[in-house]
């Protein structure tokens, strides 16, 4: 195979956790087409060695693996301080696999069977939520918390907590209008960038992780009973 392009050392490397060969192959060939660098494993332990070796942009890992699971791969990850953004494929629709993920602090996932133009849009979407905005608004604080948009870190009382992009995105969202209530939808729309038919039980879930992060904080985000969440001003 050829070598990395100039526009893929830009686009940064993906590293693809796959023991389905066809898969793995299919991944990184669309990947690679959106210029990605890709490099591809095919167990859970020569993953994580990877990734702590490549120091990739993103991960695309699969939650059933040989060697160790891709929730196993993904908690060593944030055990060791590392929230390089980790998008999961499950092989069902299996509300359980999705919600571990979540809560081990995976950014994504993505049920096969997938469109790998998908696949390649969700990791688009979670580098740009991780990568931060250049124009971004100046920090806010609400509460105890304060958020800073362009630096990409949150403190409570002067303690930074670690989010990932996703729950991040999360957080500034509801903190960018104190008061205002979001339903899950709404939150869904802009912070993961697709439709409602994608599940709103992922904004629950991420809601959930941001609240064990803020600890004493975490009344700043309110739950409006049938509607979705607001921050208390």
Do not use: N
Request: net charge neutral; proline share 5%; charged share 25%.
């Amino acid at each position: 195979m050829g070598g990395v392009t100039t526009e893929q050392q830009q686009r940064g490397l993906v590293l693809v956790v796959e023991d389905e060969r066809a898969i793995a192959d299919l991944v990184r060939m669309y990947l690679t087409r959106d210029g990605f660098g890709v490099h591809v494993e095919h167990d859970g332990t020569a993953g994580l060695a990877a990734a702590q070796r490549l120091r990739p942009v993103a991960c695309v890992v699969d939650i059933a693996l040989p060697g160790i699971a891709g929730t196993e791969l993904c908690r060593r990850l944030r055990g060791a301080g590392d929230w390089t953004p980790v998008i999961f494929l499950t092989a069902r629709d299996d509300e359980v696999d999705r919600i571990v993920g979540l809560e081990l602090g995976a950014d994504d996932y993505v049920t096969k069977p997938f469109s790998p133009r998908e696949l390649v849009a969700r990791v688009r979407a979670v580098l740009r939520r991780a990568g931060g905005d250049p124009g971004a608004p100046p920090p806010r604080t609400v509460g105890a918390v304060t958020l800073d948009p362009l630096r990409r870190l949150v403190s409570v009382d002067g303690a930074p907590i670690h989010l990932t992009s996703t729950e991040f995105d999360l957080l500034a969202h509801l903190m960018s209008r104190p008061g205002r209530v979001f339903t899950r939808e709404e939150l869904l729309a802009s912070v993961w960038g697709y439709a409602s038919h994608s599940g709103t039980r992922t904004v629950d879930v991420h809601v959930a992780q941001v609240r064990g992060k803020l600890g004493g904080a975490a009344t700043l985000i309110r739950t409006v009973r049938g509607v979705g969440y607001a921050c208390d001003d």
